[in-house]
């Protein structure tokens, strides 16, 4: 028989065995798949996608999209603006509030000192009045004797100091600021120790003060303190101290102390000299019966 050699579509015998399998058709210009591709579409398929569309009108979302991005944009542009232009306009405001109320606490000041002024001259009137009876002076008398434990008269004498601040580094963390609250806390274990007189800052305590926050600060008789906090107590130099740690004050503080690392620090003084409150005033009275 006649034999031809192979062709691309012959089969051809195996290395072994009398199976034959097809050979591997590989073209001729397959390598060159790029180069053919770019022949045959010279144009991108987006560009073609786009012209034949003609130029029709973007879809009415896209349109009110962009509107509402336009309209944000405008939005915050505006309260930029607005923004930098008030700024310097509450600075002036703030500096003015806060040289009125420095005014006001001046004012306030030297009320104060008219006001114990006053009391000391109605106090040698009153003594002046009295004469020779004997139930007038019975009565000046115990006015006198009250008058520390009230408030109206100046004091002196030993007694304890006690300093507390805010935890150092406490970044504005309302947990680690001394509170009214605090503040309440001490004077009350103060009392409970048995002090005799009480001041916070040099603001003597009545039974009529109040210990509040106004915004951060803390106010005494609606005077703003400021840190660190003195509180100054006249007592029994021996017990006083050691009282006022076994009193819920004494407690309430220690744990301040320990968890939120507040400053916290008590000392005993040989003496110590608290001005009258001169927010003391006379609302009611009645005669004795006695």
Sequence with gaps: M???????????????????????????DSSMDLLNQILRQPVDPDYAIAAVRGGRPLPR????????????????????????QA??????????????????????????ARVSSL??????????????????????????????????????GPGVLIVVDDAPGGNGDVRNRVLD???????????Q????????????????????????????????LNRPYLIEAIGDPRTLQARFVESSGGAWWNELAQNQRMRYEISSLKAITLPADPGIVLRHARQSTS
């Design 87 to 112: 700024a310097p306009v509450l600075q002036t405001e703030r500096a003015e509030l806060i040289s009125r109320i420095k005014a006001a606490e001046t004012d306030q000041d030297q009320l104060r």
């Design 193 to 224: 120790a048995g002090a005799e007189a009480v001041a916070i800052n040099g603001h003597r305590l009545s039974s009529l003060t109040a210990i509040r926050s106004a915004g951060d600060a803390i106010t005494v008789d609606y005077r703003s």
């Design 2 to 28: 006649a034999s031809s050699s192979p062709t691309a579509d012959d089969p051809v015998a195996a290395p072994t065995g009398g199976r034959t399998r097809p050979r591997q058709v590989v073209a001729l």
């Design 181 to 191: 609250l605090d503040l309440q806390m001490l004077a009350n274990g103060l009392w």
């Design 61 to 84: 979302w896209r349109w009110s999209f962009a509107l509402v991005t336009l309209t944000i944009g405008a939005l915050l542009a505006i309260a930029a603006l607005q923004t930098n």
């Design 119 to 156: 009391s000391a001259e109605v106090a040698s009137l009153r003594e002046a009045a009295v004469g020779d009876d004997d139930t007038l002076k019975a009565l000046v008398a115990q006015i006198a004797r009250l008058g520390p434990t009230v408030g109206t008269t100046a004091v002196a």
